[in-house]
């Protein structure tokens, strides 16, 4: 069973900086996709940035250049810097992850707040 955690979320300015964490636990191996997610209530969940089973990241245009999403795959752990954050960043953001290489997103933590003021 795998088992996602994300921590990090919190209220911050506009302009300023949070990076989010979410640790990993159960059979999920380095290359299988991973990534981040965010959700407004009333609106469609945003793919906000992953990495591929190729091992390369994408980013939804809103948020290129302004966030970089990173792995440590020792210690099991996948980031999001999120740095010139503005108030339409305010989310839940939540850390999804693949069973296998081919699979989609399958796997979701129970999310994060993030609330930008303004």
């Known amino acids: 069973q795998v088992q996602l955690v994300e921590s990090g979320g919190g209220l911050v300015q506009a302009g300023g900086s949070l990076r989010l964490s979410c640790a990993v636990s159960?059979?999920?191996?380095?290359?299988?996709?991973m990534g981040w997610y965010r959700q407004v209530p009333g609106k469609q969940r945003e793919l906000v940035a992953r990495?591929?089973?190729?091992?390369?990241?994408n980013y939804a245009d809103s948020v290129k250049g302004r966030f970089t999403v990173s792995r440590d795959n020792a210690k099991n752990t996948l980031y999001l810097q999120m740095n010139s954050l503005k108030p339409e960043d305010t989310a839940v953001y939540y850390c999804?992850?693949?069973?296998?290489?081919?699979?989609?997103?399958?796997?979701w933590g129970q999310g994060t707040q993030v609330t930008v003021s303004s």
């Open positions: 159960g059979d999920i191996f380095s290359v299988n996709p």
């Open positions: 990495f591929t089973s190729g091992g390369d990241t």
């Open positions: 999804v992850s693949a069973a296998t290489p081919e699979a989609p997103f399958g796997f």
